[in-house]
């Protein structure tokens, strides 16, 4: 099972940007990997998620689109999250995932079996 840890979160203010890194310990090949986020009360909610095989297109949660940025750097196993234009909104505690397969909807937590152990973002206004 895939290792993952998070790091690159803190305080900024509404507009700036962040980014966020999750590095894997372990074979991320032919793998779903995703970010969510949680707000206290709040169920978690998935952000974005790519797949590092074949030629899918990165999928973005509709509050994000065309703000976060995923990518991955293969040679460093790791994966990124690329945050503009940051709205008070977005505070929460962010964590990576992973699983081979995703059988239902990519942006249900159930379906990841690897987590990492989250880092904290704070936009303030």
């Known amino acids: 099972q895939v290792q993952l840890a998070e790091s690159g979160g803190g305080s900024v203010q509404a507009g700036g940007s962040l980014r966020l890194s999750c590095a894997a310990s372990?074979?991320?090949?032919?793998?779903?990997l995703a970010w969510f986020r949680q707000s206290p009360g709040k169920k978690r909610e998935g952000v974005a998620v790519?797949?590092?095989?074949?030629?899918?297109?990165?999928v973005y949660a509709d509050s994000v689109r065309g703000r976060f940025t995923i990518s991955r750097d293969s040679a460093k196993n790791t994966m990124y999250l690329q945050m503009n234009n940051l709205e008070p909104e977005d505070t929460a505690m962010y964590y990576c995932?992973?699983?081979?397969?995703?059988?239902?909807?990519?942006?249900?937590?159930?379906?990841?079996?690897?987590w990492g152990q989250g880092t904290q973002v704070t936009g303030s206004s």
């Open positions: 995932a992973a699983n081979k397969r995703v059988g239902g909807g990519v942006f249900e937590a159930e379906q990841y079996i690897s």
């Open positions: 790519v797949y590092t095989g074949g030629s899918y297109s990165p």
């Open positions: 372990g074979y991320t090949a032919s793998t779903w």
